[in-house]
């Protein structure tokens, strides 16, 4: 399995990644190479298999829904790098500079 | 019993009864552990946050506990923590840069268990970021180094956790195990670790790598005293659905000293091509004198187990992907501004996660990419289905299996750095039972070139006391655990 350039970019942009021209390149050889190990599943007939996401023997847990105690605004705000007027601030989600059209 | 002139030889067991018998203080104790802390860690590196101030008045509550003879299983034990568990009272790292400074709201469910019990926080333990590598070498904040050879790592992900507890800078201590990060550095460390069965301890307030295989457990100098901890903080939890609701016996119960009628399994696919000779040596040696305390060694046969490696690099990346999308710099942690909202995604994660965690997001992000996601994923989850049904045939026949815990010693420091498989391959022994879920144990075995093998006990879901029966027997027969490493003090 080889991957192009182009293969690493979509990925990087897709994962929100900002990715310098090295790390692309490092990336395209290294997981091409990762993906050529990974092909041995193939070697497997899986047709009639069923996966398995996870292990243990719960389906559907639920709690009760009752109100109860969480954080402050204060507490969780505070973790912020950036607030306004008791909000979280983000740089404008479409472009074009300051404003206050976040 | 004498008490040692250093109370850092004590294990967890021995300083119970005598903190209990008021032999010692809490007090006394957490500070011959602040100073061996002082002595040793600048040349091993196992901790990020040192937590002296917290740790000596949890030490002085804890006296105060005893005193009125309130005093619970950790009560003034001096404990470690990986550095991806939440503590309001330091920072939680996980050993990136993007969480550098970060200081949670709130403890992880294990935390506030040993917090109740009284327990005492030495520090944070360095890991690879995120608990993502092999070695401790991806962490932000430089490498740990193994106490028997300090030019070699400790093993990771949790490899902080398990050189605190052979430096005897921590009594014991906690990791994380997604593919072995809890089984592989204890075996590299020459310490006991104990990954235990999937949703046996609550994962709530640790940051998750890959949610349907992070298991938490202990790192300890005795197979006892891994057991104490787990029945600590062992039990389901409101606060993660995965968590079971099954009873927490006490897993120390199960004491055999023969291993008379016990049927231990013993797989050929275990013994595979790349393993070293000494390591292959120790661990025949070993299943000879499993064989001599009267077990039966049953040859069972796991033939996926080579196809655990390549199903681990797409599950566990598939899954990191989405848990790492959190980390935006939005809510929390570093952000690095951008022109627009997508910019600053991009810059705050292009710069917040080093070369492994970028790696392992791209791998993942990949494998779940539109038009690649049922001949990756999907097909992981199919073969993840055949190794688990290896395991369940094979218990039909044993009742623990024995295989090495590594194919390896711990390797040099920057010796696999540069090829990212071959660093995976570290883990190719222990990934197959994070799959099916099952308990491990990885327990001192011998030497080869001087350095520590381990040698892992896999049991049934469920099965700890078992185990852990079945473990002790062996490493008290065996007494690999007594060799204490000969550390450089300063």
């Known amino acids: 399995m080889s991957l192009t350039r182009a293969d690493v970019e979509h990925v990087a942009s897709l994962a929100r990644l900002g990715l310098s021209d090295d790390e692309l390149s490092t990336f395209q050889e290294q997981l091409s190479s990762i993906l050529g190990h990974i092909e041995a599943l193939n070697e497997l007939d899986t047709a009639a298999i069923a996966p398995t996401a996870q292990v243990v023997p719960l389906t559907n847990v639920v709690r009760a829904d009752e109100v109860e105690p969480s954080f402050s605004q204060e507490t969780v705000m505070e973790l912020a790098p950036e607030t306004r007027d008791g909000f979280i601030a983000v740089p404008a989600v479409m472009g074009g500079g300051e404003g206050e059209s976040a | 019993m004498s008490l040692p002139q250093d109370l850092t030889l004590l294990t967890v067991t021995e300083a119970r009864a005598a903190l209990d018998n008021r032999e010692i203080s809490a007090s006394e104790l957490t500070r011959a552990y602040l100073e061996r802390i002082e002595e040793v860690e600048p040349a091993i590196h196992a901790y990020l946050h040192v937590m002296q101030d917290v740790a000596l008045t949890q030490a002085a509550d804890a006296d105060r506990r005893i005193e009125e003879g309130t005093a619970d299983l950790m009560t003034g034990i001096p404990v470690a923590l990986k550095d991806i568990f939440c503590t309001t009272d330091a920072p939680t790292t996980a050993a990136s840069k993007m969480l550098e400074g970060y200081i949670s709201p709130y403890d992880a469910t294990v935390v506030a268990r040993l917090r109740e019990q009284g327990a005492v926080f030495l520090g944070k333990t360095n890991t690879d970021e995120f608990a993502m590598g092999s070695s401790t070498e991806t962490s932000a904040f430089g490498p740990s180094r193994n106490p028997w050879d300090t030019t070699r790592i400790p093993g990771g992900s949790s490899g902080g956790s398990a050189a605190a507890v052979a430096a005897r800078t921590a009594a014991i201590s906690l990791g994380t195990d997604t593919g072995g990060s809890i089984r592989q550095p204890a075996g590299f460390c020459g310490v006991v670790g104990l990954k235990p069965t999937y949703g046996r301890v609550s994962r709530y307030g640790i940051m998750p790598f890959a949610s349907s295989l992070d298991q ?19 039990g389901v939890d409101p606060k993660d659905s995965t968590s079971v609701p099954v009873d927490v016996p006490d897993y120390s119960a199960g004491e055999q000293d023969s291993l008379k009628g016990v049927r231990i399994g013993v797989a050929p696919e275990y013994r595979a091509e790349g393993m070293e000779a000494g390591v292959d040596a120790a661990i025949q040696s070993e299943l000879k004198r499993l064989e001599e305390l009267g077990a039966e060694i049953v040859e069972v046969r796991l033939p996926h187990t080579k196809y655990a490696l390549p199903t681990y690099y797409i599950t566990a990346p598939a899954e990191a992907s989405a848990n790492l999308a959190r980390y935006d710099g939005v809510r929390f942690g570093n952000q690095v501004e951008g022109d627009d909202l997508n910019d600053t995604y991009l810059k705050t994660r292009g710069a917040g996660f080093g070369a492994e965690v970028k790696r392992r997001i791209m791998l993942g992000t990949y494998a779940l990419s539109s038009g690649y996601y049922d001949a990756y994923y999907v097909k992981a989850q199919k073969v993840r289905t055949l190794i688990k049904r290896d395991f369940d045939e094979a218990f039909t026949s044993c009742d623990v299996i024995v295989a090495p815990t590594s194919p390896t010693v711990a390797f040099a420091i920057g010796s696999r750095t540069d090829d990212p498989y071959q660093m995976y391959l570290a883990d190719i022994f222990t990934i197959p039972a994070n799959m099916a879920g099952i308990p491990g144990i990885s327990v001192p075995a011998g030497f080869s070139d001087g350095m520590p093998v381990g040698m892992q006990f896999l049991g049934k879901a469920f099965d700890e ?18 060799k204490l490493p000969d550390v450089a003090t300063t």
Do not use: S
Request: glycine content about 8%; aromatic content about 10%; overall charge positive.
């Open chain 2, 216 to 234: 938490v457990g202990p790192f300890a100098r005795t197979v006892n005293d891994a057991a104490l901890m787990l029945r600590a903080i062992a």
């Open chain 2, 465 to 482: 006391t078992r185990l852990i029966g079945i473990a002790r027997a062996y490493e008290q027969a065996a007494g690999w655990y007594q």
